[in-house]
């Protein structure tokens, strides 16, 4: 069972940039779509950018503009560049497949965004 690893979350002020890293116990990112989601308190868990196989990247609204996604097959690592930090994405993140298939979720890394 592939394990995922999230890091890289914390504390920033509006504006700022974090850089999160998902690591994966095995060669996942090369064979299926992957996300990015994230959850807020009391909110439901919501896909944020997702990248297929072929490495076509695509982000929901609220971050267009300002999070990439990207990944280093050969590490087996997937990463979200979020840049212009808002309040509002203050949330726990997640990594797991973008298909309608899951792997186990990882504990996911915080991200505050405040000031």
């Known amino acids: 069972q592939v394990q995922l690893v999230e890091s890289g979350g914390g504390l920033v002020q509006p504006g700022g940039s974090l850089r999160l890293s998902c690591a994966a116990s095995g060669s996942i990112f090369m064979f299926n779509p992957m996300g990015w989601y994230r959850q807020a308190p009391g909110k439901e868990r919501e896909l944020v950018a997702r990248?297929?196989?072929?490495?076509?990247?695509s982000y929901a609204d609220p971050v267009k503009g300002r999070f990439t996604i990207s990944r280093d097959n050969a590490k087996n690592t997937m990463y979200l560049q979020m840049n212009n930090l808002k309040p509002e994405d203050t949330a726990v993140y997640y990594c797991?497949?973008?298909?309608?298939?899951?792997?186990?979720w990882g504990q996911g890394t915080q991200v505050t965004v405040s000031s």
């Open positions: 990248i297929t196989t072929g490495g076509t990247t």
């Open positions: 797991n497949r973008a298909d309608s298939a899951r792997i186990t």
